[in-house]
């Protein structure tokens, strides 16, 4: 639970670095993604690091222990990504008006 806890930290904090944000977003989809595939081998393995075997065939452990902390840590950080874009939308749709304007009056 630490772990999440600082990955959302470090997305609140570097929310206005655009590739920061996007480096991520883009390891936290990959960690998603690998979420089966590590359920399969826990399942298979657990006896090395524990006494139960909590990661079933449905994966409903890795899914709310894991998974989901990084859903939810993903879905921030495209908010923070998207509002970081439009704002430089803005700033190159305002240069452009500017520039626009200066060509007309020459």
Known sequence: MACHT???LTIVLCRRSFN????ILTFLCLSIY?????????DKNFALFSSQNYFT???????????APLLLNALLALVFVTIELSRMLILVKRAELRQNQINKKL
């Open 20 to 23: 920061l944000l996007f480096a």
């Open 34 to 42: 690998l979420a089966e595939p590590l359920n399969s081998w826990a």
């Open 57 to 67: 065939e449905d994966g409903i452990f890795i899914c709310v222990v894991f998974a």
């Open 6 to 8: 600082g990955v959302f």
